[in-house]
């Protein structure tokens, strides 16, 4: 996790010349090198030639955070068998690196790698920078190398043959290895763990583990070689991303492990803080301001790291055990790191062990936890089994005083419960009582709707009776004329004086208008039949409506008990009201039929008494208005009455309600109504004003047998 730098190496054919003798050896050169720092990052490899180099007194240059490029020189004398050599330089989070080889006719060659470029395009499968150099045996090569680096830049720079860099590498690749089988091996335990125990705690360590493991993944290359090897944005940008989601992790395992927000509070909100500034390292690392995000991760992981201690160390004098643990386990990591500083810092050698220290400290810290959380389920469990040992003795003790009272319970029980039979005895006859009660009201609306639809009826049919009975008298006398008149025509055949009888016939049929007779005939039968068709079609109506006590549910057109509704209440709509009607195109529905047409009575009886009571009629009309919505039909009933407050439509289901004068109405019509359409599963909505009258919108499902439960 350290800043890009530019870095070139020179190799001349100074006193820091190297000499290549055994090929079966691995020589680390860095102590060779002269560098040169371009603070215009722009020199080119002739301009560089020119300028005055300084020797390098490290093993292992150090070239610190800095936004210049660096370049370095060197050469080297092959005195070995092999004219195949191979320059390594052990650091694969370089971003761009060009060696330049000056070739004995005075040209540069060079070769350009790093992470500016995909994976693929490197030549070979290492993630480490390597150049293969051809150098006869006996001969010198002069050789530059240029560097640039986002993070911290160190040059630990080897030569030897293919077969000694591999071999090196071998060694670090299996070192690597075991450590992430520790890190899997603890990230799937834990994961395992989380979901026997559904524990969050065991979910944000496996989280941490992962991004510890990513950490150390993307310092040595891996990640960029297996995981995103064809992104170079990525690779060049994850030394600052993968710290920053390992630190917020870190921070939030810390919280939830030590449970500072109850522990230590204070504590918890500075560590809120550190995550803070976590988050804001994304903004120097989007904006590609590498140094300033590289310098702005360390410090905040500098003080994550003595925060996180502080915190551990406030909680664990409180006797928390976990804090404990946490203090060693964090204590192993921070001095891994310190050991990694100190290298960087060239205060230690760059060595195995301190080029391995991260890997131990993590590794160890990554153990050290998992047996601290496994530590914190036998805590867990002890609590449970001091916790169901003390519930027990409560329940023993509680079952002890259960008996004491049961004694003393079951004497007023006793009492309490021959009280309770008689006054249940007493509260069944009232139940009983309002049963009778409530079916005598029910049966007395009934009984009200019938009688006014016998009233409608009767006059209805009487209409047209009387017609039929006025149209009969006439039509007699006009028959016994045409009889007469035939019995004449009858007698004809044994009259003596036919023409003289003959006159006589037509002079009759002048006396009876025959003419007149032929039309009035006529028009009486027609009366008579247009009265039959009537009263057919109010007994027909009242056939269709009159379903009130069928039980089955049936398939109907819910017109057809519309307009049967209508033609009963026919002798009850004024002139002055107008029925409108706007059926749409529906199907059948399945309903209980005659509950149905009794709903459509109620409401349209409304609908007129509430146009009746207007004191000025204008334009008076009742609309009726069917459609489908989905699986329901819509009939929308509107009128133009007096209307209704929001009080009182808000209680004008409720059984009993009327605002209709005592000894005028029950109250149960629009209660039976609700029933009835909550019956059928289906919804009923009032709209109303006061002075605008009142629309009801009745939802019924075409298949009540699909919402019936």
């Avoid at 310098?295 to 006797?319: C, E, H, N, P, W």
């Avoid at 459509?600 to 919505?629: D, P, R, V, Y």
Wanted: net charge negative; with cysteine; aromatic share 10%.
């Amino acid at each position: 996790m350290w800043s890009i730098f530019t870095l070139s190496f020179l190799l001349n054919t100074t006193a820091q010349s190297v000499v290549y003798k055994n090929s079966k050896s691995l020589l680390q050169i860095g102590g060779h090198l002269e560098l040169y720092t371009d603070k215009d990052n722009r020199l080119t490899i002739d301009d560089v030639k020119q300028m005055d180099f300084k020797p390098s007194a490290q093993e292992v240059p150090n070239l610190q955070i800095t936004p210049y490029t660096q370049w370095a020189k060197v050469s080297i004398i092959n005195e070995s068998n092999s004219h195949h050599l191979l320059l390594e330089v052990e650091y694969p989070i370089i971003d761009d690196i060009t060696l330049y080889e000056v070739l004995s006719n005075g040209t540069v060659k060079s070769t350009r790698l790093g992470e500016f470029t995909a994976y693929k395009n490197r030549g070979y499968d290492h993630q480490n920078y390597q150049f293969p150099l051809e150098i006869p045996t006996g001969e010198t090569r002069q050789y530059y190398l240029k560097v640039k680096a986002g993070e911290q830049l160190q040059l630990p720079v080897y030569l030897g043959t293919a077969e000694t860099v591999y071999d090196k590498n071998n060694k670090r690749e299996l070192i690597f290895g075991i450590y992430v089988g520790v890190i899997l091996a603890m990230g799937f335990y834990n994961l395992f763990i989380y979901i026997s125990t559904r524990d969050n705690s065991y979910l944000i360590y496996v989280s941490y583990i992962v991004c510890v493991g990513m950490t150390q993944a993307t310092l040595q290359g891996y990640s960029f070689r297996f995981l995103y090897p064809n992104s170079p944005w990525l690779a060049m940008h994850a030394t600052v991303l993968v710290p920053v989601f390992n630190g917020l992790t870190a921070v939030a395992f810390i919280q939830k492990f030590l449970s500072t927000h109850t522990n230590y509070r204070l504590g918890h909100k500075l560590l809120n803080i550190v995550m803070g500034l976590y988050v804001l390292c994304f903004i120097p690392t989007f904006l590609d301001m590498y140094t300033y995000a590289q310098i702005l991760v360390q410090l905040d992981a500098f003080l994550a790291a003595v925060m996180a201690f502080v915190v551990a160390y406030r909680i664990s004098r409180k006797g928390v055990n976990a804090a404990r643990f946490f203090l060693l386990a964090w204590s192993i990591f921070l001095i891994s790191i310190f050991v990694f500083v100190l290298r960087n810092f060239n205060v230690l050698p760059y060595n195995n062990f301190t080029y391995y220290a991260l890997q131990i400290g993590s590794g160890l810290e990554v153990l050290l936890l998992s047996f601290a959380l496994a530590h914190k389920i036998n805590v867990f469990k002890a609590e449970k089994e001091a916790s169901q040992q003390m519930a027990l003795a409560i329940s023993q003790e509680n079952e002890r005083l259960v008996r004491e009272q049961n004694i003393i319970l079951e004497t007023k029980v006793k009492d309490r419960t021959e009280d309770l039979q008689a006054t249940n005895l007493e509260l069944n006859n009232a139940l009983t009582n309002l049963k009778e009660a409530q079916t005598q009201l029910v049966e007395k609306e009934k009984m009200a709707s019938l009688g006014q639809l016998t009233a409608g009826i009767a006059h209805e049919i009487n209409n047209p009776i009387n017609f039929v009975t006025s149209n009969i008298k006439p039509l007699k006398l006009d028959i016994a004329d045409l009889k007469e008149l035939l019995n004449r025509y009858d007698e004809l055949p044994n009259s003596a004086n036919v023409p003289e009888t003959l006159a006589d016939i037509a002079l009759f049929k002048k006396e009876i208008d025959i003419d007149y007779i032929h039309e009035e005939i006529s028009s009486l039968i027609k009366g008579i039949e247009d009265g039959a068709a009537r009263t057919a079609e109010i007994v027909k109506g009242l056939r269709t409506f009159s379903r009130l006590d069928e039980s089955d549910v049936k398939s109907i057109d819910i017109h057809e008990g519309l307009d049967s509704t209508l033609v009963l209440l026919r002798n009850s709509i004024p002139q002055y009201v107008n029925i409108i009607k706007e059926y749409g195109d529906l199907p059948k529905i399945e309903c209980y039929a005659g509950k149905v047409n009794q709903v459509f009575m109620n409401i349209l009886s409304n609908a007129l008494n509430a146009i009746k009571t207007k004191k000025e009629h204008h334009h008076e009309f009742i609309s009726i208005k069917t459609q489908q919505e989905g699986s329901f039909i819509v009939i929308t009933i509107k009128d133009t009455g007096i209307g209704m407050s929001e009080n009182v439509k808000e209680k004008i289901f409720d059984p009993f309600f009327t605002t209709k004068d005592v000894g005028e109405g029950t109250g149960l019509g629009l209660s039976i109504v609700f029933s009835i359409i909550e019956k059928h599963k289906g919804k009923i909505i009032v709209n109303s004003a006061p002075g605008e009258g009142a629309e009801f919108i009745i939802y019924l499902p075409l298949d009540i047998a699909n919402h019936l439960s």
